[in-house]
Structures are given as C-alpha cells and as structure tokens.
C-alpha cells in the first residue's frame, strides 16, 4: 500500500497476516510501521494498489460493515447525548436503519445495556462533554459494539488515557470479548496491553511494514490485573521490546 502516488510513501509491503475468527489479536512496531495502515487495509477504508484482504471469506474492495472500530481520540459529536451517539452507527449501517425506525426502544435498551458494561450505566443522557476522558472512551467502545460487528478493530483505543483508567478498559475489553463473540484487532504502542489482553502478538518491521514474527500468549484466561507482575509476563513484554528495538535500528 502506497500513499500519494507511484512516488509517494510505501507504507506496508509483503504483509501476509492471517488471524482466526474470534481471535484476539495484538499488532505492536516501530512508530509510523503502518499499522494504522494495516488496519485500514482491513476495514476497506483503503484498498491496496496490489494484493489483497479477505475479511469473512470475501474481498475487502469497499468498507466493511461487520467492523466496529474506536481510535485514540473519541470522536463524539457533542449535540448528541451520549446515547444518541451510541446508537449513530445504527443510522449509517443500511440493515439496521429500517429496523432502527420501528425498534427503537429495543436499540435504546441494548446501548443502555453496553453502557452498564462499561461502568456507565445512566449516564447515556449526558453530552460527551459532560465526561471525562475515560469515560468518553468507554461511551466509544459502546458505539463500535451497537451494530454487534464480528470484527472490532482498536487503534490505540486508550493511548491518551492515565494508567489506572487504562487497566480499567482493559478489564472491560477483556470481559467483552469473553462475552461475546467477537473477533479483536488491537493496534498499541503499549506492550503489557498487547500481551495482557491478546492470544497472539504480532510484530511488524520499521517501514515499509511487513509481519516479522507472530507470538502466543501462553497465559490463561481470564486473565487478572496480578499477571502484570509475574516474571513471565515481564519476560514476554521484554522480549517484545528487544524485537521492536532491532526492528527500529534495521531501518
Ligand atoms: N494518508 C496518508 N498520506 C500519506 N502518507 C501517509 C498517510 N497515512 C499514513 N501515511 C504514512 O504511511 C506510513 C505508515 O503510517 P501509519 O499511520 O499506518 O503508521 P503507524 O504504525 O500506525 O504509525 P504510529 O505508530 O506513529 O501510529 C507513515 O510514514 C505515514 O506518514
């Protein structure tokens, strides 16, 4: 996948990546590897000059609207309560529009129920700027899962967020996708995230970006917040950043 024409930047090249329905997957790398690339590869929102993407066994050549996706910055429209932004995909998603006219108070129930999930339960009638950062980004993950996709895509979901709140979300994806059954691609900078919440940690070069090792997470599920400091833990995420740190000097 090129940027800007035959001359621009070559974001990722020779990237084979496979991951299994219902997997949880990690995507860690050098800053600027194209991951962010990788996931809009993924979601139709590019299409590469060459190569290809298969998401449930058919051709990504437009947006796919299985996927549910939430990026770093909650991007909230502040007229709308808290709801009513939760329940916009519903309005954009063809399939649901019409169901969403006639059932409208079983898809208000269903966003109050994501919302208590997250730990924000009655706050759907405030404005997203009533809330702090957190939960601003909670209300965000209700909104990638209102349409219930079988792909939700992560990017950097709680980058701009303070440590605690951070574990917090962890906890709530991690019982998301015990609950449900959802596939997760998670792009992060952060590799005790990576290997906190996915089965499987995958590594991309500096770029342009390509898959240089794939690793699984050996530790139990459900996983509690004391892994963190467990050696092994420790071990992995060391091991990851031994990798990410040669992957940047090779550049
Ligand atoms: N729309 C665009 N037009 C031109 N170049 C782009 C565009 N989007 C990304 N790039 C370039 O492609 C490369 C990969 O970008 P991408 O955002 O996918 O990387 P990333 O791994 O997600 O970065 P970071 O770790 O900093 O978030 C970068 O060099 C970036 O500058």
């Known amino acids: 996948m090129r940027y800007g024409g035959p001359d621009g930047t070559l974001a990722v090249s020779g990237l084979n990546l496979r991951i299994n329905r219902g997997e949880f997957v990690a995507v860690v790398g050098p800053s600027g590897c194209g991951k962010s690339t990788l996931m809009k590869l993924t979601t139709g929102l590019h299409i590469p000059q060459s190569g290809t993407v298969i998401v449930a066994n058919s051709q990504v050549t437009k947006p796919v609207s299985i996927v549910g996706m939430a990026f770093q910055n909650p991007t909230m429209l502040p007229w709308r309560t808290t709801l009513e932004?939760?329940?916009?995909?519903?309005?954009?998603v063809e399939k649901h529009r019409r169901r969403l006219r006639s059932h409208k108070a079983e898809y208000v129930a269903k966003a109050e129920n994501l919302l208590e999930t997250v730990g924000l339960k009655g706050f759907g009638q405030k404005f997203p700027w009533q809330l702090s950062g957190g939960m601003q980004q909670r209300a965000?993950?209700?909104?990638?899962?209102?349409h219930e996709p079988e792909l939700l895509m992560l990017d950097e979901p709680f980058g701009a967020l303070d440590a605690f709140t951070r574990?917090?979300?962890w906890c709530v994806i991690r019982d998301l996708h015990a609950s449900q059954d959802v596939t997760i691609v998670l792009v992060t900078h952060d590799l005790?995230?990576?290997?906190?919440?996915?089965d499987k940690v995958v590594v991309m070069?500096?770029?342009?970006?390509?898959?240089?090792?794939?690793?699984?997470v050996p530790f139990a599920r459900p996983r509690q917040l004391d892994l963190l400091y467990e050696p092994d833990f420790n071990d992995m995420v060391q091991k990851l950043h031994g990798e990410i740190a040669t992957a940047r000097a090779a550049a």
């Open 85 to 92: 932004n939760i329940l916009l995909p519903l309005e954009i």
């Open 140 to 146: 965000n993950l209700c909104r990638a899962l209102i």
């Open 167 to 169: 574990e917090e979300l």
């Open 192 to 198: 005790r995230e990576s290997v906190f919440l996915a």
């Open 205 to 216: 070069s500096a770029r342009p970006g390509r898959v240089i090792s794939e690793h699984v």
